[in-house]
């Protein structure tokens, strides 16, 4: 059965910075899209990044761009979320998703499973 | 303001059909594929229908889904108590080159 599991979440300072994992397992992480989504107290979901099989496909939201990296390390089935400059408004659990088709492309494509979500709190 | 548009809530009583809308465009509904999360309360949202209308296994057929243009829908049929949670649409869109999620309907089982 596949099974995500994230961890780094943590209480940061405005401005900070903060790398999340997302450790797979119980499927070939390398032949999935990988992305993180992300839900506000109270809020509903906002996709945050997407990356394709290789390091070829990777997508940002506009509210992170510049500021958060994707990447993954197929080797050790792991996906990262380096964020920096980060935000009151960057306080969310963060979700990493795979793709439900390893064949398709992501416009194609859904989300499943979801890990349980690590929490990031930015408050000074 | 979300870019697919979903009713903030919706309500019936047990037994009853329920359906929930999700309002998009030409860049996203209108040509990619259209899936539903169920999210219950305090937990990670999860799976219930993909490529608009295709139930992952394990998902009651009382679920299902349709889409028609730019606009797609979730129906829950023999509604039940357990059904109380958030569902949310999302689609690619092609225009912002990202995934967009729909606000979400909070469903209330009366």
């Known amino acids: 059965e596949a099974q995500l599991v994230e961890s780094g979440g943590a209480l940061v300072k405005p401005g900070g910075s903060l790398r999340l994992s997302c450790a797979a397992s119980g499927f070939t992480f390398s032949s999935h899209s990988m992305t993180w989504v992300r839900q506000a107290p109270g809020k509903g979901l906002e996709w945050v990044s997407s990356i394709g099989v290789s390091t070829t496909y990777i997508y940002y939201a506009d509210s992170v761009k510049g500021r958060f990296a994707i990447s993954r390390d197929n080797a050790k089935n792991s996906l990262f979320l380096q964020m920096h400059s980060l935000r009151a408004e960057d306080t969310a659990v963060y979700y990493c998703v795979r793709s439900g088709c390893s064949s398709c492309q992501l416009r194609q494509n859904w989300f499943d499973p979801w890990g349980q979500g690590t929490l990031v709190t930015v408050s000074s | 303001q979300s870019v697919l548009t979903q009713p903030p809530s919706a309500s019936g009583t047990p037994g009853q059909r329920v359906t929930i809308s999700c309002s998009g465009s030409?860049?996203?509904?209108?040509?990619?594929?259209v899936n539903w999360y169920q999210q219950l309360p305090g937990t990670a949202p999860k799976l219930l229908i993909y490529s608009h209308d295709q139930r992952p296994s394990g998902v009651p057929d009382r679920f299902s889904g349709s889409k028609s243009g730019t606009s797609a829908s979730l129906a829950i049929s023999g509604l039940q108590s357990e059904d109380e949670a958030d569902y949310y649409c999302?689609?690619?869109?092609?225009?912002?080159?990202?995934?967009?999620f729909g606000g979400g309907t909070k469903l209330t089982v009366l």
């Open positions: 999302a689609a690619w869109d092609d225009s912002l080159n990202g995934l967009v």
């Open positions: 030409s860049s996203n509904i209108g040509i990619n594929t």
